[in-house]
């Protein structure tokens, strides 16, 4: 099968690099052209672009940064679309866009998956990540040995736009964690505790998760670089408050996450890395939340495995 892949950022260079790890015949395009030809020096073909992707491939991934960007690409496809080709979004994106995007590609005869994935970039570059996919059956098993290789626990969750609903979710859950584990660790500090023992007393109790157990330690650490920027987690908390919206759920600590984030946007930049949301506290303490023994970055230590499907529990 020949596996077309659009978007080599962050996450979707490390989905691309598993694909082709494990000997698939994937060919590639992304904007930065430097990304383009790193994977080709890699065996990867150049796929020139989204039109001649679809027309070549039997499958085509997106994995971008915004539902405009794959907006764009989608209707570039449209053309080449037909019976047996499959488009694949593994963006974080907007539940009811990508219904509408999907309903595109399948009335012009192809099928539709939107598959987002969950679980860290570092788990993304051993394909160990978490994998959510909304589609019919027949779609899902014929793109079930392809998320094999990207992911380590592949979710079949119904229909298409199901697992961005999902994705958004867990990502709103995370970024309210991180907060709480920013004041958690300057409330210590302040205290007087040392932050290796905060970090472990956290670890080994019941307030820990899996944000902690790695965010925490790039914040400790001083890297504060998780790859995830604020733009991004703005994005996605915005689109679970619009969620909310719509269903009529009158959040309360959804609000004070996205203004959070926000006032970490203003202060660093919107393309600031996600956990310098931290630097807040410490600008208004006076207190540097920081400690040895951190790394400066997240290695998954975990054994590459071959993917499975998660059984829901009937």
Known sequence: MNIGFIGL??????LAGSLMRNGKNVSVHDLNKNFVKSFVERGAKDGSNAHNLMQTCDV?????????????IVKEMLPSVGPGKIWMEMS???AEKVKKLAGLVVAAGGEAVDCPVSGGCHRADTGNISIYAGCERKTFDRVLPILTHMGRRILHVG??????????????????NLITVCEALTVMKAAGLDMGMAYEAISMSSGTSFVHETESQLILSGSRDVSFTMDLVQKDIGLFQKIADDHGVPLE??????????????????????????ERLEEATGLSILASGFPLELIDDE???RGKEVVVRQ
């Open 60 to 72: 085509v991934i997106t994995c971008l940064p915004t539902p405009e960007a794959s907006n764009v």
């Open 253 to 278: 600590v959804s609000p004070l996450v996205i203004d959070i984030i926000s006032d970490g946007q203003k202060r660093y930049g919107p393309r600031a890395q996600s956990d310098r949301i931290i």
């Open 303 to 305: 054994p590459e495995q």
């Open 92 to 94: 974080t994106t907007d």
């Open 9 to 14: 950022g962050n996450v979707g260079g490390k």
């Open 159 to 176: 229909d298409v736009g199901t697992a961005s609903l999902l994705k958004v979710m867990t990502n709103y859950l995370a970024t309210a």
